[in-house]
Every structure is written in C-alpha cells, then in structure tokens.
C-alpha cells in the first residue's frame, strides 16, 4: 500500500472518526458536461472533480447553507473546497484553508464578500487535511499540509505562497497537524511523527529551521499542544484506546514530567489551559472531557448530553451508546471553555464557574456520515475547527462546503437554576432537582437529557418524565442511587433539557461514601 494511501486511511480512522454506516446517493449533474465513463466523473473544473459522482454527496455537500436561532452558515462560492482550519485577523477578517483546492480563503463578515487565493503550487487534483492555521502580528498567514509534509506561508499583501518542507523522524512518517502561536515562535504537533516542532516564522530556504520536542514514550500519537503561563508546553502522547501520558515540557531546562492519563480517556485530541493553570482535554473517542490540576495532580472528569438522534440516525439499530466525540478545545475571553462536538454536529460551551453546559446544534447535516437510512433532517456537517473571537464562533464545515458563525449573544429559550452537591452512602438515593426558567415562549416540549461519568455499576439516574411542557417556571427532578458496591469516590452527572436546537445542562458533584 502506498503510504499517501496509508496516511488517507490514517486521517479518516484516528483524526476524523468517521461513522462506518455510510449512505450514497447520486448527485445528479447537468446534462451538458462532459463526464468520464470510466471513472463515473462529470468535469466541473472544480475541486469536486477529485471526486467520482457517486461520492460528491458524501464529501462536498447536500444542500444550501442554512440558519437557525443561534448559527448562520455561509456557502463558498468554489464547489467542494472541504474547509477545514480558521482563524480570525485583528480586522474581523476570517481565514480559512481549503482540503480539496490547497488554497487559502477569506471571508468578510461585514460586507459577506468571498475571496479565494489560488495557489500556484498546488498540483491539480491533490488534496490534503489542512488543520492548522495562524494569523501572525507581521499579517502573515501559517498553515500545515500534512498530506505533502509541508508548513506553508501565505502573505495577503502580494498574495503569495511560500512552502517549507517539515522535518521527519527517522523512520516516521510525519504528520503536521494543529498551530499555536508561542510568543513569537509556533508551534506545531507531529500527528504521527512522535513529536512537537517550534519554530521562528523569520525562515530562510526551502527547509523549515526549528527546534524539535520529541515525544517521550513508545507512543503512536503526539496531539496538539498549549503554551501554559510559566512558559512550559503541555501535550499529551497516546496509543488509541491503550493508554497515554499527559506531557508537560520545559523549554528552559529540557526536562519533561508525565503524567498518566485516566484509563478511560481513549483519544485526547484538544487541549487548553484557564486562567488557573488547569490544563483541560477533550476525548474524542467518547462524551468526556476532562481538567487536570498539576497542584493537585488530580484529573476531573466530564461529560456530555448524549446527541440528538437526527445527527446519528441509528437507523439500522446497531448504535447502542450514541457519543459526542469533543474534539479541539479553547477558552474565549469569559473563562468559558468551547469545544466542537463531531458527530453530536454542535459547538459546546462549558462554564467552570457554574458549572452549566450550552450546545448549539449545528443547521447543515451530511446523511452520509451518519446512520440516517430514509430519515429526513439527520447527518453531521463535520465540524473540525473553530475558532473564538469575542462573541462570535466561526466554524468550517468539511463536508457541507460551508463556513458558520455562532452568535454566543442570542438569548437562550430558558435557563437551569438550582443543581446542588450530592453525598450519597452505598445503597442510598436521592432526588436532585433543577429549576427550568423559561425566557422565551416554547412551543414543544423539552427532552429531559442524563447522563453520568461513574458507570452503570456505581450510579444509576431515572427519571419519571422524559419531556416536560414549559409555560412556567418548573422544576425537574430526577433520581440518583448509589450501587450497594459503588466505589467510593466523587463523580460529576449531567442533568439538563433539550429544544429545538439547543440544550442546557447543568454538571453536579456526586460523592458515594
């Protein structure tokens, strides 16, 4: 097997987590192109001609964009350029790369205007997963090709493109994926090359001068990194669903300190530091987040609501525990850490200080990354990257063509009040209570929403109502019962309320003594 091959296999298994049920169905091309029988390919002239047909719908896109209370999409005007890393510039400008087309994107959000820069470079007919994206003070822009091992430049005054070839280790094959600025210097996490690369963007030649952090451990992979106050560079280096190490380097000494991850935390791909120097991961292979706490040295575990069923379809009935997969984490400038949920298709927002949870539903969806069958309305638009910008969030979406924003200023359709501390001996129940507030007239009733991080065989939640109509300030109530075998310990549940496209839940500390 060719290891461009390898590498595409790699990015749609480990970096994107595709669902295994995939539904085609054909595009339908105006009858006047020419089309090539043998591959089943209508010429565009655009990058949708890297794909055959029959396989449009599944990676360029099923429909318009479109808008909801809270988010509204923009298309890009070139056909199936699979978006994928943003950024903002200090104007409002955003900035994106483009999988499919190797070019660089910009969008005005004042005047709604596109313009894309075509790279000159670019070899017709190659795409690679463009992650990481930078906007530098000198106006600069930095992205990763991890497909051709490159770290790109692009200068919006003259518009041109500047490459540097990205060192390998000896004998990895090496994976640019996620930028992060470090003072003056970025940062850059080798996917599979078993490393971290910092370097200067004063570069000279074809060869990217650097320094380079190797990975500790026997570790298949090296996910992205943060910069913490003190200078020091945490990571984490994992082997999936095996076990890993959260990393935290020191440039000035040399030195690295390794800390175990929890045992379930399979695919730790985000990472972020608050304003406490507590370090928080999401796990895309599941619903967790976590903190880490390096005074304590203690990890805290989170969770998500399970998604709706309109991004995951199940329509075959084989998905038994539906999951969120929180992939890439920031905090914005409220102490409020986001988080992009892949296949629950939205965009999270978790409050530390209240311990409340927002997920916004993103409007586009993809049937063909879900199991969706004939259902109508479901599917997952492949929300890889966003980035924060005051009030806004904006997004790509790989597979719809489209790029969104959030407006985390839209006032929400009820809020949760209440959600106290639990202590609970082994045996025992109790009934935890939440208030629901509503702020805007709701013309269908809200989902009750459960879910817990310590295990069926420690915690059990019912509830006696699975939706509630909401005229009026009500409350919720649900039941807590610790196993007669529980293992001892603090445990965070969620409990919280779905409506149209929106839920909020709150996370409560249960302790079984």
Wanted: proline share 7%; glycine share 6%; aromatic share 12%.
């Amino acid at each position: 097997m060719k290891s461009k091959t390898k590498k595409i296999l790699a990015i749609s298994f480990m970096a994107i987590f595709v669902i295994s049920t995939v539904s085609v169905a054909s595009l339908g091309a105006p009858k006047t192109a020419p089309q090539n029988t043998q591959t089943g390919t209508t010429i565009t002239n655009t990058p949708a001609d890297n794909y055959p047909d029959s396989k449009r719908p599944t990676f360029c896109e099923t429909g318009g964009a479109e808008s909801n209370s809270y988010i509204t999409e923009y298309k890009i005007p070139t056909a199936c350029t699979q978006p994928l890393g943003i950024t903002t510039d200090p104007s409002g400008n955003i900035w994106f790369t483009e999988s499919n087309s190797g070019n660089i994107g910009k969008f005005d959000p004042v005047n709604k205007k596109f313009e894309e820069f075509t790279n000159p470079q670019w070899q017709k007919g190659e795409k690679s997963m463009m992650w990481g994206i930078e906007y530098m003070p000198d106006g600069k822009l930095w992205y990763t090709d991890s497909q051709h091992n490159l770290i790109w430049k692009f200068n919006p005054v003259d518009k041109s493109y500047t490459k540097f070839i990205f060192p390998k280790t000896s004998g990895q094959e090496a994976f640019p994926q996620m930028l992060v600025k470090n003072g003056n210097n970025l940062l850059v996490n080798d996917f599979t090359g078993k490393k971290v690369v910092m370097f200067s963007t004063d570069q000279t030649g074809q060869t990217l001068q650097s320094n380079v952090i190797p990975s500790p451990g026997n570790y298949n992979f090296t996910s992205t990194m943060i910069p913490d106050s003190t200078g020091k560079i945490w990571y984490t280096v994992w082997i999936y669903q095996q076990g890993g190490s959260l990393v935290r380097y020191d440039p000035q000494t040399g030195n690295y300190t390794q800390y175990n991850l929890p045992i379930d935390m399979q695919a730790p791909n985000g990472i972020s530091v608050d304003s406490n120097g507590k370090i928080w991961l999401t796990d895309t292979a599941s619903s967790y987040f976590f903190n880490f706490d390096p005074s304590s040295k203690q990890f805290t575990k989170f969770i998500t609501p399970p998604p709706s069923p309109l991004t995951y379809g199940n329509a075959s009935g084989l998905i038994k525990t539906p999951i969120s997969r929180p992939y890439w984490n920031y905090f914005d400038d409220q102490g409020r850490l986001w988080f992009n949920e892949q296949v629950a298709n939205s965009l999270a927002v978790f409050d530390p200080a209240t311990n409340s949870l927002v997920e916004y539903q993103i409007p586009s969806k993809n049937p063909n990354w879900a199991d969706c069958g004939t259902m109508s309305n479901c599917g997952v638009a492949q929300v890889l990257d966003f980035t924060v910008s005051h009030d806004k969030v904006w997004f790509t979406e790989w597979v719809e063509n489209n790029i969104g924003v959030l407006n985390t200023t839209s006032i929400l359709p009820f809020e949760l009040t209440g959600a106290h501390p639990v202590t609970l001996h082994r045996g025992e129940n109790s009934n935890v209570s939440l208030t629901v507030v509503p702020k805007d007239h709701m013309s269908s009733p809200l989902d009750i929403v459960t879910a817990q991080t310590a295990g069926p065989n420690n915690i059990i939640i019912s509830s006696p109502e699975k939706e509630i109509s909401v005229d009026k300030t009500k409350t919720i109530s649900v039941n807590v019962s610790a196993d007669s075998f529980a293992v001892p310990g603090t445990y965070n549940i969620l409990v919280g309320a779905r409506y149209n496209d929106v839920t909020i839940s709150k996370i409560i500390p249960i302790t079984i003594q």
